[in-house]
């Protein structure tokens, strides 16, 4: 039975830091893109990053570049969402999830098609 279990979401302060964590299980990644996607209250899920397992090739949204860094350790099976400088706008559930697509695809589609995924962690950031 595969499973993604989403970890070290929080309350933290426009400018402060959290990693999110995605521990892995159920089945081998290795042919899988991971990645993260939030949904703010009200508002559409969007694609947040993504990475290839397998070569660690990555993609980010627009809105995280530069600030946000998706990286997995193959011997825990858990991929990673380092977020820094965090703004209010970043505020939402966030989901890691699992597909056998290639990672431009995971990235323009704001999580349709994916074969697996977490329960999501809440990430609150206040101005």
């Known amino acids: 039975q595969v499973q993604l279990v989403e970890s070290g979401g929080g309350l933290v302060q426009a400018g402060g830091s959290l990693r999110l964590s995605c521990a892995a299980s159920?089945?081998?990644?290795?042919?899988?893109?991971m990645g993260w996607f939030r949904q703010a209250p009200g508002k559409e899920r969007e694609f947040v990053a993504t990475?290839?397992?397998?070569?660690?090739?990555?993609i980010y949204a627009d809105s995280v570049k530069g600030r946000f860094i998706i990286f997995r350790d193959s011997d825990k099976i858990a991929v990673y969402l380092q977020m820094n400088s965090l703004k209010p706008e970043d505020t939402a559930v966030y989901y890691c999830?699992?597909?056998?697509?290639?990672?431009?695809?995971?990235?323009?589609?704001?999580?349709?098609?994916?074969?697996?995924w977490g329960k999501g962690t809440l990430v609150t950031v206040s101005s």
């Open positions: 990475i290839r397992w397998s070569g660690g090739d990555t």
């Open positions: 159920g089945r081998t990644f290795s042919s899988y893109g």
């Open positions: 999830a699992a597909a056998r697509r290639g990672i431009a695809s995971i990235a323009t589609s704001a999580g349709y098609g994916m074969d697996y």
